[in-house]
């Protein structure tokens, strides 16, 4: 659950600008922690940030964006393996 701060609904160009440094970020994903993106990843003024609890079989995380220090998306997750 989550998405763009309510302030930057509305802004289609700023959106897009948003989520195409999202699919940066998640092509970053590190083979010990599949959950979403890395730890952390900068790139021009974005700044992603991923905080998970768990493991595989079952985690919850936080992951974040900042435009120039200030959070502009915020998206909450869970999962977990099922055999």
Do not use: C, W
């Not at 599949?34 to 919850?60: A, L, M, Q, T, W």
């Amino acid at each position: 659950s989550g998405g763009m701060e309510k302030k930057y609904h509305g802004n289609a160009d700023f959106a897009r600008k948003t989520f195409s440094f999202l699919k940066q970020a998640l092509l970053r994903i590190e083979e010990s922690k599949p959950f979403r993106g890395p730890d952390n990843f900068r790139e021009g003024d974005f700044e992603y940030i991923n905080k998970v609890d768990g493991d595989i079989n079952n985690f919850s995380g936080r992951e974040q964006i900042l435009y120039q220090g200030e959070k502009v998306f915020v998206q909450d997750y869970i999962g977990g393996l099922i055999l």
